[in-house]
């Protein structure tokens, strides 16, 4: 990447200096130092058996950025240090380096006393490793031994906190070493065997001071150094992609550290507010959070932008005459807080709708297709609201088409940031044209009959997405037949699963979500208890005599159609029965999402449907109409008679349809007639009007003008109820007025 100097190391040796100097500082929002012990003794082990211990990731240090991200020393440096270097990736490392080599007043991290850690100089010279690095509590024989050089010497064990006062400390220990032995071995009240002994270890001073020389200037630690004139911006970005020890880092506590100079205190503001987002995880819901509030803010989520969140924090943007300038979004506390309340809004009503059993059908967080949907889902829902959008009904149906064909195209399993601010933008368009729908949504239109629903099991995405869609229809309980307790409901198996393992070539496919339906424990066991459909479903209809059609219904409501039920009511239930009920419940499933997810009709409002139904009636004989009063006027009507730009649209809604339904035969739409389907109804006034085509309509409809201002009232009362404005009296008495006109003109 730019900005990045050459990858380096740094001896051991030069690094113990830096470290005494206070050279590294740690930002507020990393974890604390949090290694236990033995974490601490393995990397000493790794470092004396001359192992890689991984690459640090540092940022050189300035005082903007150290005092930007609220930078601390290392644990237990208690000194002035001169911070040169912010530690990004490594904090862990260098703080178990810094508490073995030093000397520190601290008690270990977590711990009720101090720990210091020793090499035993006979086990290393030995290569017996794992018995040649150990660490100690402080007690008082451990003091003892910490205070008593002899006694150290006597056993053979070397204190680590020594390497922090270098060469000449660590060879004045060893020399000293060296004479005890060799005084030892002069003593003459020794036994030949105490001597021979005793001989063996005159040289481990010499070889453990070789050791140590070549690690002090031969064991190197690698580093990235990022130029300190790269953006905090950007920094964030690079941090939340890094691991240390399998744990991601939190883009919440870093921006947790840089607002609190600003008497933002983010995690208590979230402690406060996080019971009442109860869908997900709390660790990511903290995150969506500032996602929805930055999407809202400027469009973008990524954690770069997130940055931009932070009071006072410029932006650089691009104007239309390629300049840039530098703006800032949030100027102080009280914005940064109306800002971050109105996204708790926004993502606490996103949360409500998707719960919802009437609209989207998640009642628990078990059967969230995704929670990293949840930002866009909520940031485009609050757009909506605020933006006060007249044709609401028509751009909360498309606000669901996307949901779903985001599901089920798997759309949000990866790069989710970048994703959910191009459908931000792609679905603020949606709403304005008709045409410009996104890719996921013309993807799923056009696919959505090869998905392979037999291989969805539990917790995957599409299989919560099967499930919540049985909510939406109404499942009924099984038992009384009424609407059940949505929190009592969990997936059971239809056909048992007990059954299933036992039947060769069924085996794991029997817990496919073509075999599970929303049930509550209590009925699962009253009235499937483990037994086969044929015995259970035959008991239902038995028990309920007279009551088929609605044992039907109940069973309808779970997606499982009538022939599925014949179906399951074989006698001798085989293999070949399971597999024809799952073709037959896919089929059905997939007609559901058909019928109720991708059809472009509008459930309209009781007192509109009459007029709705009115209003296709007069398109479709102005349709016919103008197709057989041109057919033989031209040898292409279309071509020759349609002015330009109608023809451009009409194209280009026809090329729209057919991305979504690519099975359909293109040669259908060279028909005139067929056209004619893809006018709007100005277009229909513009074409009949037009000098080259009014002869031939002139004597049905008098005078363009009177035609002109039926097609307006007409217009006004069609785009009304499309876009579920409020329709006024004045606007439907005209409307009405021009329906009957245009039925008494064209019969």
Avoid at 600 to 605: G, M
Avoid at 701 to 728: D, P
């Amino acid at each position: 990447m730019k900005n990045v100097e050459t990858p380096d190391k740094i001896s051991l040796t030069n690094l113990i200096t830096e470290l005494k100097k206070g050279n590294y500082v740690i930002p507020d929002f990393q974890r604390e130092f949090e290694w236990e012990p033995w974490d601490v003794r393995d990397l000493i082990k790794s470092i004396f058996m001359d192992y890689y211990i991984g690459t640090l990731l540092l940022w050189k240090a300035s005082k903007e950025n150290v005092k930007a991200l609220s930078c601390t020393p290392l644990y237990a440096f208690e000194e002035t240090g001169k911070p040169q270097h912010i530690v990004l990736d490594g904090q862990q490392r260098l703080s178990a380096i810094h508490y073995a080599f030093f000397n520190h007043t601290k008690n270990y991290p977590g711990r009720k006393s101090k720990f210091y850690f020793f090499v035993n100089i006979h086990q290393l010279l030995h290569e017996n490793y794992d018995d040649a690095f150990t660490y100690l509590a402080e007690t008082k024989p451990v003091r003892l031994l910490l205070d008593d050089v002899k006694l150290q010497y006597e056993k053979h064990i070397f204190p680590l906190n020594l390497m922090e006062n270098g060469a000449w400390k660590i060879t004045t220990w060893i020399n000293g070493y060296n004479e005890y032995w060799s005084s030892r071995s002069t003593l003459t009240e020794l036994e030949d065997q105490e001597k021979e002994k005793i001989s063996t270890y005159l040289g481990h001073g010499d070889s453990f001071s070789t050791i140590l020389e070549e690690l002090f200037n031969q064991y190197f630690i690698s580093y990235i150094e990022l130029d300190r004139e790269i953006s905090v911006a950007k920094v964030c970005d690079i941090f939340t992609n890094i691991n240390s020890k399998g744990i991601a880092l939190n883009i919440f506590d870093l921006l947790n550290a840089m607002l609190r100079p600003y008497e933002i205190f983010l995690k208590e503001m979230w402690n406060k507010e996080s019971n009442s987002l109860n869908i997900t995880e709390s660790n990511k819901m903290k995150i969506y959070l500032l996602q929805v509030m930055s999407i809202l803010e400027q469009n973008y989520c990524s954690p770069k932008y997130l940055y931009y969140l932070v009071p006072n924090a410029k932006k650089t943007i691009k104007k239309d005459d390629n300049t840039t300038e530098d703006i800032v979004l949030i100027r102080n506390k009280e914005e940064f807080e109306t800002k971050w309340y109105e996204a708790l809004k926004a993502l606490r009503n996103a949360i409500q709708k998707l719960k919802n059993p009437r609209d989207f059908g998640v009642i628990n967080s078990n059967f969230l297709p995704y929670a990293s949907i949840i930002p866009i889902f909520a940031s485009i829902f609050h757009y909506v609201d605020s933006a006060k959008l007249i044709n609401r009904l028509d751009v909360k149906e498309k606000i669901k088409k996307w949901y779903w064909a985001s599901v089920f195209t798997n759309k949000y399993s990866s790069s989710v940031e970048s994703t959910a601010a191009k459908d931000f933008q792609d679905l603020k368009k949606w709403f304005e044209d008709d045409n410009l729908q996104p890719e996921a949504v013309v993807q799923f239109f056009s696919d959505y009959k090869n998905l392979a629903l037999e291989n969805e099991k539990k917790n995957s995405a599409i299989y919560n997405a099967i499930f919540d869609m049985m909510i939406l229809m109404g499942a009924k309980d099984w038992d009384s037949f009424d609407l059940p307790e949505y929190s009592e409901l969990d997936d059971h198996h239809i056909v048992p699963q007990s059954w299933g393992k036992a039947i060769d070539g069924v085996g794991d496919k029997i817990n496919t979500i073509l075999n599970r339906t929303p049930l509550s424990l209590e009925t699962n066991r009253t009235i499937i208890h483990n037994q086969l459909p044929n015995v259970y479903l035959k008991k239902m209809f038995d028990d309920n005599s007279g009551k088929s059609e609605e044992v039907y219904k109940v069973l309808e409501s779970h997606l499982i159609s009538r022939k599925a039920v014949e179906i399951l009511l074989r006698l001798d239930f085989k293999k070949e029965d399971y597999f024809d009920f799952i073709f037959e419940r896919k089929k059905t499933i997939l007609d559901t999402i058909k019928s109720k997810i991708i059809s472009e009709e509008i459930d309209l409002p009781a007192n509109l449907k009459v007029l709705n139904e009115n209003l296709e009636y007069v398109e479709i004989s102005l349709r016919n109409l103008i197709a057989e009063s041109l057919k033989d006027k031209a040898h292409d009507p279309f071509k020759e008679l349609v002015t330009s730009d109608i023809q451009d649209k009409v194209n280009l809604r026809i090329e729209q349809y057919l991305k979504k339904y690519p099975h359909e035969d293109y040669e259908q739409f060279k028909d005139f007639r067929k056209k004619l389907d893809y006018f709007d109804l100005q277009e229909y006034s513009k074409l009949i009007t037009t000098n080259n085509v009014w002869p031939h309509f002139e004597s049905k409809f008098k005078t363009k003008q009177l035609l002109q201002e039926r097609f307006s009232k007409l217009g006004e009362l069609r785009n009304s109820i499309r876009h579920i404005r409020m329709v006024n009296d004045v606007t439907r008495l005209d409307g009405e007025a021009s329906i009957t006109w245009f039925n008494s003109v064209i019969k």
